[in-house]
C-alpha cells in the first residue's frame, strides 16, 4: 500500500467515527432591529418603558415598509376594485401622516439626527457598527458611541413620551 493510500485511508477511519452532528430546528427568522431591540432590553441597557417605546416604533416603520401588508383581497373578493385602492391609500396616506407627526414630536426632544438613528436601527437600515462607520467613527469605540447615543435618545424618548401621556391623561 502505498503512502498516499495509507494516508486516505486513515482519513476515512477518521471521518467515520465522528458522530453525526445533530442539525438544529431553524429557528423562525427575526428581524435584525427587533433583535438589537431584544438584546439591549435582556442585557438591561435599556428600560421596559424603552423597550415598549421600541417596540411600537418598530412596528410604525414596518408598517409603512409594507412589511406587515397582505395580498390577501378585502372581503370576499368582491365589490369595487377602484373604492379597495381608494381606501388603501387613504391607509398610507394616514399611516405617512401618523409617522410625521411622531417624528416631529421625537425631533422636539433628540433632534433630527436622533430621530434617523432610531429610525436606523429600528426599522433594521444600520446596526451600530454600520451606524458608526457611515458616520465616520472608527473601530469599537464608534460602535460604542453610536449604541450608547441610541440608548440615551430611547431613555429620553420615553421618559418624553411618559409625561406626555401622563399629561393627557390628568
Known amino acids: 500500500m502505498s503512502r ?14 465522528r458522530p453525526a452532528r445533530a442539525v438544529p ?21 435599556i428600560s421596559a418603558a424603552a423597550h415598549q417605546l421600541g417596540r411600537r416604533l418598530a412596528r ?4 409603512s415598509t409594507g412589511a406587515l401588508a397582505s395580498n390577501w383581497p378585502d372581503g370576499a373578493g368582491g365589490g369595487d376594485p377602484v373604492a379597495r385602492a381608494a381606501s388603501a391609500t387613504a391607509r398610507r ?3 405617512a401622516r401618523q409617522i410625521t407627526d411622531l417624528e416631529s414630536d421625537m425631533r422636539t426632544v433628540i ?16 446596526n451600530f457598527t454600520s451606524w ?7 473601530g469599537k469605540r464608534g460602535q460604542m458611541d453610536a449604541a450608547a447615543l441610541w440608548r440615551s435618545h430611547m431613555a429620553d424618548l420615553a421618559e418624553h413620551m411618559g409625561r406626555a401621556r401622563e399629561q393627557r391623561c390628568a
Open 4 to 17: 498516499e493510500e495509507q494516508v486516505s485511508a486513515r482519513k476515512a477511519r477518521r471521518h467515520s467515527r
Open 25 to 45: 430546528p431553524r429557528a423562525a427568522l427575526r428581524p435584525r432591529h427587533l433583535d438589537t431591540l431584544e438584546t439591549e432590553f435582556k442585557c438591561g441597557r
Open 60 to 63: 410604525v416603520y414596518e408598517q
Open 93 to 95: 396616506v394616514d399611516l
Open 111 to 126: 433632534g433630527w439626527t436622533g430621530v434617523r438613528l432610531v429610525r436606523a436601527i429600528l426599522s433594521g437600515e444600520h
Open 132 to 138: 458608526a462607520l457611515v458616520r465616520g467613527w472608527d
